[in-house]
């Protein structure tokens, strides 16, 4: 008779020579990403940062009107970018004599700012063309206000604020207010709040996955593992982009940030699921540790790694867009997603396959799980613990061990003697009729 308790174990010609070594370099690869996710997170500043200080246009410069736009500012000596803003008074009467002297001297205040002002058309300050840029009752009037910087970059952002801060040091009269709209204000909110919201968006993600995978694994160590790799995966994805923004590889959007921050942490997570409930699968299957890191290896890798670059591979097709709010995401989320996929795939620069990791990842009962997560006979297995109908305790041992410690339970009760009844079950899975 031979040991029920023996699990199956892959011969050593037949592991796979790549899957081998990066389970030896295990370690020291894990500890390679961690550093390399905190170098590149402090050599520059956030993603959300450097995208707001290296934007890149948010309109085609060739598009007919923009082009027409610009040789209009050429032809007049005006201005030589495509952002305008406009500056709104309004108030709760007729706007009089005061709110005219107010105008004139805002009006001055932005001529002054030759960098960040380019023209600024007075209409409202001449009789014979005030009508056209005041309502119908009088009570509201603009001007608008040409900035340097095309629409969506830097400058022209930097632009929008000098107005505004211009604005708010002007002391309107009583019940009038000042306001300031436009395309490029309305581009540089647009940033301003997405930034703002990615931040939340992140932070709940990320709880919301935490209590996914608690209640998925019902195991705190698994969870953390698979939380831990997810941020890994976020934390280098992200520095990556953001080292190579901040040194103008390529321009950044609010777009092309928030896309590739959700896409990390979605794939990242998928992937890391998908080879934990691989190998779990051949731990119940009967396979000891190793066998069952080497098959999660051979049939998980190439899936991983094809699905990976086939997003990264799609994003990078939107480069090809001639629209700048598809056409900026593609370089930087394709290779953002290829850093995911270098994280979690153990066929790219593996991160996954570390010894100490895989000895938490293993169910803790069920079939093919041994007292202490690795695989045992199925006389040990405990009740079902994945989608079970009734709530039932997560044990660390053999469910007719409970009572026992966890050193007695693997020396003594998971091991079946020649004859026994559970030696029977497991050869013929019959139970003998009792006498």
């Avoid at 996710?37 to 948010?58: D, R, T």
């Avoid at 040409?146 to 604020?161: C, K, M, R």
């Avoid at 020396?411 to 009729?433: E, K, V």
Wanted: glycine fraction near 8%.
């Amino acid at each position: 008779m031979t040991d029920t308790s023996t699990k199956h174990a892959m011969p050593r010609a037949t592991r796979p020579v790549i899957g081998h070594t990066l389970r030896l370099l295990a370690l020291p690869i894990i500890v390679i990403w961690v550093f390399i996710a905190v170098l590149v997170n402090i050599a520059v500043p956030q993603l959300e940062v450097v995208g707001e200080e290296h934007s890149a246009p948010m309109v085609p410069a060739d598009a007919p009107s923009m082009e027409a736009m610009k040789q209009i500012g050429h032809d007049f000596g005006e201005y030589d970018s495509n952002s305008s803003i406009m500056v709104v008074l309004e108030g709760q009467q007729p706007l009089g004599d005061d709110v005219h002297r107010y105008y004139n001297g805002l009006l001055d205040r932005l001529s002054q700012d030759r960098k960040h002002v380019e023209h600024v058309l007075n209409l409202w300050g001449d009789p014979l063309t005030a009508a056209g840029v005041q309502s119908s009752d009088a009570k509201a009037a603009y001007v608008m206000v040409n900035i340097a910087g095309d629409q969506g970059t830097q400058l022209a952002n930097e632009s929008v604020q000098a107005v505004r801060e211009i604005v708010a040091r002007s002391t309107a009269p009583p019940g009038v207010k000042a306001h300031v709209t436009g395309a490029a204000a309305l581009t540089d909110a647009l940033q301003i709040i997405a930034n703002a919201s990615l931040v939340k968006i992140t932070i709940f993600t990320l709880a919301a996955l935490t209590v996914m995978f608690l209640l998925v694994y019902r195991s705190i160590v698994t969870a953390a593992v698979q939380l831990f790799m997810s941020l890994i995966a976020l934390a280098s994805s992200r520095g990556v982009i953001a080292v190579l923004g901040y040194h103008n590889v390529f321009g950044l959007t609010t777009f092309a940030t928030n896309i590739l921050t959700m896409l990390a942490i979605a794939a990242g997570t998928d992937y890391g699921i998908f080879l934990i409930g691989r190998y779990q699968e051949a731990l119940r299957a009967g396979e000891d540790r190793n066998t069952a890191y080497y098959t999660t290896f051979r049939g998980t890798a190439p899936v991983v790694l094809g699905s990976g670059l086939t997003i990264a591979g799609a994003t990078f097709c939107l480069s090809f867009t001639h629209l700048p709010y598809f056409q900026t995401m593609g370089v930087p989320v394709a290779i953002g997603m290829v850093v995911v996929v270098a994280v979690r795939s153990p066929s790219g620069r593996p991160c996954l396959p570390c010894a100490a990791v895989w000895a938490c990842c293993g169910p803790s009962n069920g079939p093919g799980a041994d007292c202490g997560g690795g695989s045992a006979p199925p006389s040990c297995a405990g009740p079902p613990r994945f989608l079970s109908p009734v709530p039932r305790p997560s044990l660390s041992v053999c469910w007719p061990c409970r009572g026992l410690s966890r050193a007695t339970t693997i020396a003594t009760t998971c091991r079946t003697t020649p004859g026994s009844i559970s030696d029977m079950r497991l050869r013929t899975g019959i139970s003998p009729r009792p006498d």
